[in-house]
């Protein structure tokens, strides 16, 4: 994969996330598996609850194989955190690609 490639798909991603952040009475329930995914995708983590109110996130990391601890964190700014659990790897490229064709989104790679 080209890095152009891979830039265009991180900006596309980011630009995605900033926008359902910001634009979450749209469609809120449809942003929220974005943000879980992107989550899930990061941490390996399952049983993810944000809440945007209160600007926290509970999941489940894994710790062992087939164990999982609860976590619960606060963001104080949960677009960039978001942001910040973008992967640069070629299989979590492919995964973005997904994501933005999943949301109607054509990127220009």
């Known amino acids: 994969m ?7 798909i991180l900006e596309d991603v980011k630009n ?18 974005l943000h879980k995914a992107i ?7 399952k049983n993810i609850k944000i809440n945007y109110k209160d600007q926290t996130v509970d999941l489940n990391l894994p710790v062992a194989k087939g164990k ?12 960039g955190f978001l942001q910040s659990c973008l992967k640069a790897d070629e299989n979590s ?10 949301y109607n989104i054509v990127s220009a790679a």
């Open 2 to 8: 080209q890095n152009f490639t891979l830039d265009v």
């Open 16 to 33: 995605l996330i900033s926008y359902s952040i910001t634009n979450q009475d749209i469609d809120n329930s449809k942003f929220e598996s």
């Open 39 to 45: 989550l899930k995708r990061y941490f390996d983590a």
């Open 68 to 79: 999982f601890t609860p976590i619960t964190f606060e963001c104080l700014d949960l677009n």
């Open 93 to 102: 490229l492919y995964f973005y690609q997904n994501l933005l064709t999943h």
